[in-house]
């Protein structure tokens, strides 16, 4: 009853998160007594996978910080660590973004329940959803009693994503090296997508990766015309964002450190909690364009 109380009395508490401020995402699964717990973070990908069984990208004690979204950027990785408050054992997940679209599954798995002298208590063990997207979650609690439990048991919580795909399609791409290891980039886009003029103006950030490199990051300070079709940062613009019935297009000009020359290109470009990402071949001259009549009608092999 004791241990009981001591949990109880915890769980109320809830300590504030530490560094809550450097991130967006923060799971915290707290549990008393010698139970042995995972929590677990399933990457969308692997999301319809087995929770009894460990899948490739899963963020849990066996790979703390996986790499997600962006290939080697670290800010949309999520980070796994483990430690003790008082009695009560802590095991959390945090992350600041989390791009890649789709769900998320939360899993909390017992490996095992070991409190034999007292089976009928089970292991009490709270699941806290601290922060998704920036905001306050939920949490759920369950007991495990040990009395009719046998093997390994889970419980999911879904988290769908912050990010809703903004459905590009690169249509031109252009670099130009300008010596010191950087060149000169411009990206010309098209987007499925209807924005709003609130999902361009209120976003606090547009961003754009290239493979493994951030080279373009802005604090979202738009300008746009009256008639609120075509918005831009920056004079002379570095981004600009046509957003009527006839044309739905981002054309982006920056500098990277990269060379894009004769490679394969992952781009990711980031407007808000909107995300595009596609995949091209940049030629030997630095270039890249679209060919809509190769796309819909492709030679025969």
């Given at each position: 009853m004791r241990k009981f109380l001591i949990l109880t009395t915890i769980l109320l508490l809830t300590p504030s998160f530490v560094g809550a401020d450097a991130y967006n995402?923060?799971?915290?699964?707290?549990?008393?007594?010698?139970?042995?717990?995972?929590?677990?973070?399933?990457?969308?990908?692997?999301?319809s996978d087995n929770e009894d069984a460990v899948s490739a990208k899963d963020c849990y004690?066996?790979?703390?910080?996986?790499?997600w979204g962006v290939q080697d950027i670290t800010s949309d990785?999520?980070?796994?660590?483990?430690?003790?408050?008082?009695?009560?054992?802590?095991?959390?997940?945090?992350?600041?973004?989390?791009?890649?679209?789709?769900?998320?599954?939360?899993?909390?798995?017992?490996?095992?329940?070991?409190?034999?002298?007292?089976?009928?208590?089970?292991?009490?063990?709270?699941?806290d959803t601290l922060l998704w997207k920036g905001l306050p979650g939920d949490r759920e609690s369950v007991t495990l009693n040990a009395s009719t439990f046998y093997g390994t048991k889970t419980w999911a919580i879904i988290k769908e994503s912050d990010y809703k795909d903004l459905y590009t399609r690169i249509l031109k791409f252009r670099y130009v090296k300008s010596g010191l290891g950087k060149g000169k980039?411009?990206?010309?886009?098209?987007?499925?997508?209807?924005?709003?003029?609130?999902?361009?103006t209120t976003n606090t950030y547009f961003k754009v990766y290239l493979n493994n490199e951030q080279v373009y990051?802005?604090?979202?300070?738009?300008?746009?015309?009256?008639?609120?079709?075509?918005?831009?940062?920056?004079?002379?613009?570095?981004?600009?964002?046509?957003?009527?019935?006839?044309?739905?297009?981002?054309?982006?000009?920056?500098?990277?450190?990269?060379?894009?020359?004769?490679?394969?290109?992952?781009?990711?470009?980031?407007?808000?909690?909107?995300?595009?990402?596609?995949?091209f071949f940049v030629r030997k001259n630095g270039k890249y364009v679209f060919k809509e009549h190769d796309y819909i009608h492709p030679d025969k092999k």
């Open positions: 995402y923060a799971i915290r699964m707290m549990w008393v007594g010698d139970a042995e717990m995972q929590l677990i973070m399933r990457h969308p990908e692997n999301v004690s066996g790979n703390r910080s996986p790499d990785n999520p980070e796994w660590a483990s430690y003790k408050d008082g009695v009560t054992n802590v095991q959390e997940i945090v992350a600041e973004d989390l791009f890649d679209v789709g769900n998320y599954k939360i899993i909390a798995r017992c490996i095992s329940n070991a409190d034999p002298e007292k089976p009928a208590q089970g292991t009490k063990v709270l699941i980039y411009s990206i010309y886009a098209n987007y499925a997508t209807n924005l709003d003029r609130d999902d361009i990051r802005d604090t979202g300070n738009w300008e746009w015309n009256k008639k609120q079709t075509v918005f831009h940062v920056h004079k002379p613009w570095t981004v600009k964002v046509w957003r009527n019935d006839n044309k739905r297009e981002i054309k982006v000009r920056g500098v990277a450190d990269g060379a894009y020359h004769s490679v394969d290109v992952r781009s990711k470009i980031v407007l808000g909690r909107y995300i595009g990402t596609n995949d």
